[in-house]
């Protein structure tokens, strides 16, 4: 008979009384250890090809992996980044819209904000 782990019973048994599926333990949980060493891997071998190259190829590796890198460190901050400055423009979208209502003058679907109505500066 296999064992279980008790929190799993005692899951699977609160989740019976609401009609809830049945929690279930992991398969397989070292899947995250190997891809790290999967990784590890990688990069070993290619320090290693590296190693194998010429002068001049090495430095042309090198070059293109810095070009990699940079790019996903900028796809990175750009999707890190991107709904706070989605929010941003969204505030300032509104405070437009704010200023638009509060100050100046609507003719019709026109809007004339009061600094058109001051008298031209003179050029010198």
Not at 72 to 85: F, I
Not at 107 to 112: A, I, L, Q, S
């Amino acid at each position: 008979m296999r064992r279980t782990r008790p929190s799993v019973i005692r899951l699977n048994e609160l989740a019976s009384g609401f009609d809830l599926p049945a929690v279930q333990p992991r398969k397989n949980p070292a899947v995250f250890i190997q891809i790290l060493a999967a990784l590890g891997l990688a990069i070993c071998l290619l320090l290693g090809v590296r190693m194998c190259l010429s002068a001049p190829r090495q430095r042309r590796l090198d070059a293109v992996l810095q070009r990699w890198g940079y790019r996903l460190k900028a796809q990175a901050l750009r999707l890190y980044r991107w709904p706070a400055s989605r929010r941003q423009a969204a505030r300032e979208a509104e405070a437009a819209i704010e200023r638009a209502r509060k100050k100046g003058q609507w003719e019709g679907n026109v809007y004339r904000p009061e600094s058109f109505d001051k008298k031209p500066r003179k050029p010198h």
